[in-house]
């Protein structure tokens, strides 16, 4: 599984092909709008429908380069509902030249998107894979520092536009149930958890999803091995809202009868789960009943938000020799769509799941500092006295970086307004902040409330925060009323 998910059936042929294509740009714009005015879907009869019907979304991976393809952008714009750019998104894509950031084919795929009333799933922030030259080449703590900093451009980017993110994509060992080998893991074990929090601190009102494959079978020492991670990202706080399956099914990796138990006992920890890049290989009825079986399995589990297949026609596959999707190379459905939508539509209604309220106080302060630990506990200014407030630090530093979180406590008075001093280590550089306004980026600073969060009843408290370059602040922080 791992040689096969390892090779790249695009190639750099295939991806010179692509970016000449990419020109096409102007025209595509104009048959979607065509294909757009030329249909209405109606419940119960596109995948995209009833699956809203379920509280679901049904997406699918899309190519920039295929937008200029008729056949491609009517069903695209017929059947789905959400979409993942397959590869535009990726590291290597958006940052081929470090620090110099390319969003053309991304934006073209997120404004199909947006002008067609489907979301977006964000693929993939940081990944073993997939690294342009310069990040391969990089290792400890410049590298951490790089895909800090990549995390950070990207997701501000698309802040406001992407459903969720894969923030961490295939972090684990195929066997064993540990990571896997691979520069980013050798900055430190901690840089999962520094992705997710970068993420949070850059759009946070995305969902952030942890996505890999060969996740499916409960009894799979790799499924356990991602549990345990999620599991203790909830437990110590660490932003994380979904858990991505891609589900690659084929023989050498079918699916598991256990499937519904894996997506419900990750739902139990208190995340989503999304099934992300669906294929199923094979043919006729054997195919149509396993893609049934999934969806129903899907639409068992209430916090199974959504499906995305890896594309749309079996000719559009990374795995095309497998026909492993919904419709043909002729963009015919298969009898794989029928048994899709027919499980999309059974059961009458049934009630949409909880979605998760998008974050609101990022990042969650609960979570211990990680490395290094900070030498003296969090600085806090002394207890409330009646009209005034507290302020308290929560870091999270690494090697050339960090996340500050601030907790503003209000006295026994109340707040309508406050202001936060802290001053700077003098190597730091705010690069982010959220939820208050900063007066300026690095040496003494003030925050400044923002609207929705100037009051602050008497004895309970708000949180904002920022992120950084350098070292993270030591000082204790004062607090202002009014
Ligand atoms: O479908 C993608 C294909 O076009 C690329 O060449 C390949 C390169 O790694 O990535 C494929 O998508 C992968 C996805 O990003 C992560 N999970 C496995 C997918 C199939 O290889």
Redesign the pocket.
């Given at each position: 599984m791992d040689s096969v998910?390892a090779r790249?059936?695009?190639?750099p042929t295939?991806r010179r092909t692509r970016t000449a294509l990419l020109c096409a740009a102007a025209g595509v714009a104009m048959i979607a709008a065509t294909v757009v005015l030329g249909g209405s879907a109606s419940a119960g009869t596109t995948l995209g429908a009833s699956a809203a019907e379920k509280g679901r979304y049904f997406g699918t991976?899309v190519?920039a380069y295929k937008l200029s393809d008729a056949t491609y952008v009517g069903i695209l714009n017929r059947e789905f509902t959400m979409v993942t750019p397959?590869?535009e998104m990726?590291w290597d894509a958006t940052e081929p030249t470090q620090g110099q950031f390319t969003y053309s084919s991304a934006d073209r795929i997120v404004s199909h998107a947006q002008a067609n009333g489907m979301r977006v799933r964000g693929?993939?922030l940081a990944?073993h894979?997939?690294q342009p030259g310069w990040a391969q080449n990089l290792s400890g703590a410049a590298l951490r520092q790089a895909m800090v900093n990549h995390i950070t451009q990207v997701a501000t980017h698309y802040q406001g536009k992407i459903y969720a993110w894969d923030v961490v994509?295939?972090a684990y060992a195929d066997s064993g149930g540990g990571r896997r080998d691979s520069n980013l893991q050798r900055t430190g074990d901690d840089w999962i958890e520094v992705a997710f929090r970068t993420a949070r601190a850059a759009d946070p009102g995305a969902k952030l999803c942890y996505?890999d494959?060969n996740t499916d079978n409960w009894t799979w020492a790799k499924t356990q091995g991602v549990y345990n991670m999620v599991k203790d990202f909830k437990a110590r706080g660490v932003p994380i809202d979904c858990v991505g399956f891609?589900s690659?099914f084929n023989s050498g990796s079918p699916y598991p009868s256990n499937y519904r138990t894996t997506l419900q006992n990750f739902a139990d920890l208190g995340v989503d789960v999304q099934i992300t890049?669906l294929d199923i290989e094979g043919s006729g009825s054997t195919q149509a009943t396993t893609y049934g079986n999934v969806v129903r399995d899907c639409l068992a589990v209430a916090r199974c938000t959504g499906i995305t297949v890896?594309?749309i026609r079996d000719s559009d596959s990374?795995r095309a020799s497998g026909t492993p999707l919904l419709f043909d190379a002729g963009g015919n459905k298969k009898p794989a769509y029928t048994a899709v939508l027919t499980e999309l539509n059974a059961g009458g209604t049934s009630t949409p799941p909880p979605t998760t309220a998008a974050p609101t106080t990022p990042p969650p302060t609960t979570a211990p500092p990680t490395t290094p630990p900070p030498s003296t506990p969090p600085p806090t200014t002394p207890p409330p006295s009646g009209s005034g407030c507290t302020a308290s630090v929560t870091l999270n530093q690494w090697q050339g970086g960090f996340v500050a979180s601030i907790r503003v406590t209000a006295g026994a008075s109340g707040l309508t307004g406050w202001t936060v001093g802290l001053t700077l280590p003098s190597d730091a550089t705010v690069t982010n902040t959220w939820s208050a306004q900063p007066s300026g980026t690095s040496g003494a600073l003030t925050f400044r409330n923002v609207d929705y969060n100037r009051q602050v009843a008497a004895g309970t408290s708000t949180e904002f925060g920022f992120q950084g370059t350098g070292t993270g602040p030591s000082a204790v922080p004062t607090c202002t009323a009014g």
């Open positions: 998910l790249d059936p695009g190639g295939a991976a190519a397959e590869n990726k693929h993939a990944w894979s997939q994509n295939e996505n494959y891609q690659h890049e890896w594309g990374w």
